[in-house]
């Protein structure tokens, strides 16, 4: 007979060992940042989250899949209207080739509006004889290597706070006020991607969907009545790494009595913090948002099955997504074995693949890039390994950018290794450009259609 789960209460982690925290230089400071977010409103809405896993469990039964997009950290520097707009347009674009390719309902998640912590494989950066922190997200200090800037600032936390209230409104805004309208379709492609082979396949597409909306309309269907054609739901998520900034935005809903982390709809658990005992394991154990678990090559499946059983324990549908980050050699090797021991635990989880993060190689010019064909590899191993084990494989975990950055190698207008450093931007990991993110697309609705 399993033991009874652990009591939980929203300060319970701190007895734990919380990796990848930054080194804070005045506690009295981080506690008075605490006590500021926590009179601060809500982000999201606990009935939003309860929406999402509701969609969740959709794609967990193999009736919808999982978009979940964005950047990889956000920045403080390059924050507009714009910028959010050229992120949401791409979201749109690949939903639309994937929904219409696919023939499935997709449910969008934005990597946005609390994406700002990063965990870093070693805790100094050097330069020369220099030794600094490592840049962990400006959440919590700057990316300039510099002494000053390299210095953990907890007031950085409220920033961050506003920051993503800002993004949610303009999401908001975007998704409901007319800028999603499926009959304006044609006008989510962007020029710089237009005269791509993707984006002329894309305007193909376009063009049929805008003469199937006027087909509705000539057979006396009143489009205009469809609120599903002119508005979608977009929702947010991010690492949940930060817990001095996570827990001070987790609150009790005052309609069911459970507690929420309400910076974002759905949080997610690094490779990087999965341990067990740990206190990113412990934090996540009690809120009731949907959660995400980065698994790489190294989870083995008594240690997925013991995770979703922490996570959990009453098995509810759209609760737990697994997110597989193993690289395409390695995904027909450990994910059978991973998928036999969930489905046999009961565990009702969303797969879900992040093709990006084991694919990260450096470039003869010192840059962090990853190839597109490495990544689409992995996608491809993803899906046939699936469905050879009878698992749905469920969603896409991707960072991206709107903007026509040469961070990724590759492509149907290749980016080759010499010109990353042309508009190399990212403040951490290499990014899909737009064009490349349709080149994905496609290629994943070709295979979830096949």
Avoid at 105 to 111: E, F, Q, T
Avoid at 116 to 139: M, N, Q, T, Y
Avoid at 263 to 284: K, N, P, Q, Y
Avoid at 399 to 413: A, H, K, R, Y
Wanted: glycine share 8%; hydrophobic share 40%; proline share 6%.
């Amino acid at each position: 007979m399993a033991a009874a789960p652990v009591a939980w209460y929203p300060d319970a982690f701190a007895q734990r060992d919380a990796q990848q925290q930054p080194a804070w230089p005045d506690p009295a400071a981080v506690s008075a940042v605490r006590d500021t977010l926590r009179a601060f409103p809500p982000l999201v809405f606990a009935g939003e989250a309860r929406n999402l896993r509701e969609q969740l469990a959709r794609v967990a039964e193999g009736r919808a899949f999982v978009l979940q997009a964005g950047d990889c950290a956000e920045s403080f520097n390059d924050f507009s209207a714009i910028t959010i707009r050229e992120k949401l347009r791409i979201l749109l674009q690949m939903s639309v080739v994937l929904t219409y390719g696919g023939s499935l309902p997709v449910v969008k998640i934005g990597r946005i509006a609390g994406q700002f912590a990063k965990p870093r494989s070693s805790p100094v950066e050097r330069h020369g004889d220099v030794e600094l922190p490592s840049f962990r997200g400006h959440i919590v200090h700057g990316d300039l290597f510099d002494a000053i800037e390299r210095a953990p600032d907890p007031a950085r936390m409220i920033q961050a706070y506003h920051q993503s209230a800002a993004t949610l409104n303009l999401l908001r805004a975007f998704s409901k006020g007319g800028f999603a309208d499926l009959q304006s379709v044609s006008t989510w492609n962007v020029a710089f991607v237009e005269s791509s082979p993707e984006g002329r396949r894309y305007e193909r597409l376009a063009g049929e969907i805008e003469r199937a909306l006027k087909f509705m309309a000539a057979c006396g269907i009143d489009i205009g009545r469809q609120e599903n054609l002119h508005q979608v739901d977009v929702y947010t998520s991010h690492e949940a790494l930060l817990l001095d900034y996570e827990h001070p935005l987790t609150r009790k809903d005052s309609l069911t009595g459970d507690w929420y982390d309400c910076s974002a709809h759905m949080l997610w658990i690094g490779e990087r913090t999965r341990a067990l005992d740990g206190a990113h394991v412990e934090f996540a154990r009690g809120i009731h948002n949907p959660i995400g678990l980065k698994l790489g090559p190294s989870a083995t499946p008594d240690e997925v099955v013991a995770l979703c059983d922490a996570l959990d324990p009453d098995r509810v549908a759209g609760r737990l997504t697994l997110i597989v980050r193993m690289g395409a050699t390695r995904v027909p090797e450990h994910l059978p074995g991973l998928i036999a021991a969930v489905r046999e635990s009961g565990h009702p989880v969303v797969w879900s693949c992040d093709p990006m993060h084991a694919n990260t190689v450096t470039a003869p010019s010192g840059h962090k890039t990853r190839r597109l064909d490495d990544v689409l590899a992995e996608l491809e191993a993803f899906v046939h390994t699936c469905r050879a084990n009878d698992a749905w494989p469920g969603g896409v975990h991707l960072e991206f950018t709107g903007e026509d950055v040469t961070e990724c190698t590759g492509g149907s207008q290749v980016v080759l290794e010499e010109q990353l450093s042309h508009r190399y931007e990212t403040l951490c990991d290499p990014r899909l450009n737009a064009r490349q993110s349709l080149d994905l697309a496609f290629r994943l609705a070709e295979l979830m259609r096949s």
